[in-house]
């Protein structure tokens, strides 16, 4: 695992930043549940296009990587939904 994270720095940064931000925007906006909604549905895309690109950088994507990530966006995005109501 940290030979893999330290050839590819950079998409992992992004990764924890984006992540980061998510979370940060996430709880700054707690009063406004709808707000935190739409901030889930956009760390769970995220997740699913850093995922992807990760991949097709690489050129090993494949239709199970796909379902992987958009399983785990979805799953998760979804708990992030489901604690705002």
Do not use: C
Not at 44 to 58: E, P, T
Request: no cysteine; proline share 1%; glycine share 10%.
């Amino acid at each position: 695992m940290l030979k893999e994270i330290k050839k590819h720095k950079l998409m992992y940064l992004v990764l924890i930043v984006g992540l980061a931000l998510g979370v940060v925007l996430f709880l700054g906006s707690w009063p406004d549940r709808r707000l935190q909604r739409i901030i889930s549905v956009g760390i769970a895309i995220f997740y699913f296009l850093w995922g992807v690109l990760s991949h097709l950088k690489d050129g090993r994507v494949n239709k199970k990587i796909v379902f992987e990530y958009l399983g785990v966006g979805t799953l998760s995005g979804l708990l992030l939904v489901l604690i705002t109501f």
